[in-house]
């Protein structure tokens, strides 16, 4: 309750950087969740904007609140998008991908001029890492892409359990796009870039949760108050 209102607060401070006539990315997961809903208040007002979801789950969300949507083939540049983060470091280096989204997220943020993070004070960390990492798989060769996806980071210096993430059932959890998630819990990621990179290298893996050098500016709400970051 306290940690969402945090939340809350983090989105509220984001909800000022929205500009009539701007085309945002609306992120995904419980903060977003409030920048979606303080968007919908704004169009509510008459504010003129067009949204593109980084999910299904926003996009219901959206249509709910009436807020105008379009699809990255009709507006393929964004001025913003507002997203929240599984943990994030100093340089604004996150981890994301906690909610099962983070290819459509990577691809709304690369796609926008600006990428705010929105998150409560837990999720800042010294070294990423605490959070496991996700990354998004093909079904196809699954085994051989987990066991290349641990031989890859353990060569760029992670090492740790990875799991398939687990959906309704037994069954196992799938993505928007049709794909698997497996989580790394790699404990400490002394090396983001060098991870990402090894994980390129997997044919099988599609997009991992890192996202380096998208975010420019994270609003974070905690006991002391809303800060701003920037790298
Ligand atoms: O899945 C995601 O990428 C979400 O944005 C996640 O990173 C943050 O979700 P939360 O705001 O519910 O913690």
Do not use: W
């Amino acid at each position: 309750a306290k940690v969402d209102g945090f939340k809350a607060a983090a989105a509220q401070a984001a909800v000022e950087l929205v500009k009539p006539g701007m085309r945002l990315g609306l992120g995904t997961g419980s903060t977003a969740y409030h920048f979606v809903e303080a968007v919908g208040v704004l169009v509510r007002n008459g504010l003129d904007v067009t949204c593109v979801p980084t999910s299904e789950a926003t996009r219901s969300h959206a249509e709910k609140l009436r807020i105008p949507l379009s699809s990255l083939d009709e507006t393929p540049q964004l001025d913003l998008t507002v997203d929240g983060a599984d943990e994030l470091d100093d340089q604004l280096r996150l981890i994301k991908g906690g909610g099962g989204a983070l290819l459509r997220e990577k691809i709304v943020a690369t796609a926008s001029d600006r990428m705010v993070v929105i998150a409560d004070a837990s999720k800042v960390s010294e070294t990423l890492g605490s959070h496991p990492l996700p990354v998004e798989v093909v079904r196809f060769g699954l085994r051989a892409t987990m066991r290349l996806v641990e031989a890859l980071a353990a060569e760029a210096g992670c090492e740790g359990d990875i799991r398939l993430r687990a959906g309704q059932g037994d069954l196992p959890f799938v993505t928007d796009q049709g794909n698997l998630i497996v989580d790394c819990a790699f404990h400490k990621i002394s090396e983001p870039e060098v991870l990402a990179f090894a994980l390129k290298r997997v044919p099988g893996v599609v997009e991992h949760g890192l996202f380096l050098g998208l975010a420019d500016l994270a609003i974070i709400a905690g006991p002391g108050g809303v800060k701003a970051m920037r790298r």
